[in-house]
């Protein structure tokens, strides 16, 4: 059993920073990738900021120069670092990772249960 479990989540206000830590648990063999999406009310979910296991980074272009994406691979670990927030960024933040539970079984993907992220004008 894998699982990823998010925290950090909360209300804060436009200008504001929040950071999103997730760490991954259980019968794990190695990480591949990890990311952080985000659902808003009636729309899709969408990527917000990925890393590689090397530590490639990329993010959406709304919120580069204001999120930072960062992982532990020791811990099992990714943050999701989000300043200057704005209102617009007020989502349900998942965390993803693509995982290899054993030696040469293809990575599958696993999701967090979500935190909101509430930003205020």
């Known amino acids: 059993q894998v699982r990823l479990v998010e925290s950090g989540g909360g209300l804060v206000q436009a200008g504001g920073s929040l950071r999103l830590p997730c760490a991954a648990s259980?019968?794990?063999?190695?990480?591949?990738?990890m990311a952080w999406y985000r659902q808003a009310p009636g729309k899709q979910r969408e990527l917000v900021a990925s890393v590689s296991s090397s530590g490639s980074t990329d993010y959406v272009d709304s919120v580069k120069g204001r999120f930072t994406i960062s992982r532990e691979n020791a811990k099992n670990t990714v943050d999701l670092q989000m300043n200057s927030l704005k209102p617009d960024d007020t989502a349900v933040y998942y965390c993803?990772?693509?995982?290899?539970?054993?030696?040469?079984?293809?990575?599958?993907?696993?999701w967090g249960q979500g935190t909101q992220v509430t930003v205020s004008s």
């Open positions: 993803n990772a693509e995982i290899e539970r054993a030696f040469l079984t293809a990575p599958y993907p696993y």
């Open positions: 259980g019968s794990i063999f190695r990480i591949h990738s």
